[in-house]
């Protein structure tokens, strides 16, 4: 027998929104919310669409999240399936150097993830984009992207991919002297 899907609404879609970056950057209810300014209860209705937060809390949740708040909130044509360059939205996490867009549209029924990363020259720490995926795919459009594997680096030139665990330690790195352009999809995790 099927399940039955949860009708989707525009407060269940921004909670799983909140719910997946919390998720990905491996962050308790009880951090967040207290970095938020706000109740762990009240985030976690937020996270289950049982609350719509105020601009405020929205923001606060963004910022204890290291996004702007913009990162969770579609406008109608963003709900498209088609993804303009000229409407992309570059964000941050934090505590990274690289510039992420995302190319896939959030959905709770969302089965992959693609994310277009930008990697600044002369990258001063390695990073690794936060997720929740099981399997992460990287494709490097241009430059070059060294990639660590537990203990063994691998250099990433334009054409080349890699295709490995999420579970496995991982990190980034950019030392070229030019930006580097990558293609990230992740797949969710069974449950």
């Known amino acids: 027998m099927l399940s039955e899907l949860k009708e ?11 719910r997946a970056l919390r998720q990905r950057l491996k962050r308790t209810l009880d ?19 049982l609350a719509k937060p105020s601009i405020a809390s929205l923001n606060g949740i ?9 990162y969770f909130v579609d406008t109608p044509r963003d709900r498209q399936p088609v993804c303009r360059s000229d409407q992309l939205k570059f964000f941050r996490f934090a505590e990274s150097e690289n510039l992420f867009a995302q190319l896939t ?9 693609v994310i277009l990363v930008r990697f600044p020259p002369g990258q001063r ?5 936060p997720t929740s995926a099981a399997e992460e795919f990287l494709y490097v459009i241009s430059g070059e992207v060294s990639l ?3 203990r ?5 030139q334009a054409g080349d991919s890699a295709h490995y665990p999420a579970t496995l330690p991982h990190q980034w790195n950019n030392n070229q002297r030019m930006e580097a352009l990558a293609l990230w999809v992740g797949t969710p995790k069974l449950l």
């Not at 951090?31 to 669409?49: M, N």
């Not at 063994?152 to 990433?156: A, I, P, Q, Y």
């Open 8 to 18: 989707t609404t525009p407060a269940i879609v921004l909670g799983g929104k909140i």
């Open 62 to 70: 963004a910022r204890a999240l290291g996004v702007a708040a913009q």
């Open 31 to 49: 951090y967040t919310a207290a970095a938020a300014g706000i109740s762990k209860p009240f985030l976690s209705q937020v996270e289950r669409g």
């Open 105 to 113: 549209r959030a959905s709770p029924h969302q089965q992959l993830e």
């Open 148 to 150: 660590t594997l537990e």
């Open 125 to 129: 720490q390695p990073t690794d984009m």
């Open 152 to 156: 063994e680096t691998f250099v990433l």
